[in-house]
């Protein structure tokens, strides 16, 4: 399951925009392709906060195209 959580700073609250269920074999990488590339949301947000394993070159490029700030922990 993947799930994007949208962050309110200034109100200190967050709300999950967006939940994704696939079978155990799909990877995190897949997931975080799939979000910044065909998703909706990645054209209105300015950072995203990732685990390290969604990290994917492609991805990268993706973000980078749409002006998205990935931080991979």
Same mark, same amino acid.
Do not use: C, W
């Given at each position: ?8 700073? !200034? ?7 967006? +939940?994704?269920?696939?079978?155990? /074999?799909?990877?995190? $990488? ?13 054209? !209105? ?7 390290? +394993?969604?990290?994917?070159?492609? /991805?990268?490029?993706? $973000? ?10």
């Amino acid at each position: 399951m993947n799930f994007v959580e949208v962050y309110d700073p !200034e109100k200190e609250t967050g709300l999950i925009m967006h +939940a994704e269920l696939k079978e155990n /074999t799909y990877s995190d $990488a897949q997931f975080g392709e799939d979000f910044v590339k065909n998703h909706s949301l990645a054209n !209105e947000i300015d950072i995203l906060a990732v685990d390290g +394993a969604y990290y994917r070159q492609e /991805t990268v490029k993706q $973000a980078e195209e749409k002006d998205l700030e990935i931080n991979f922990s």
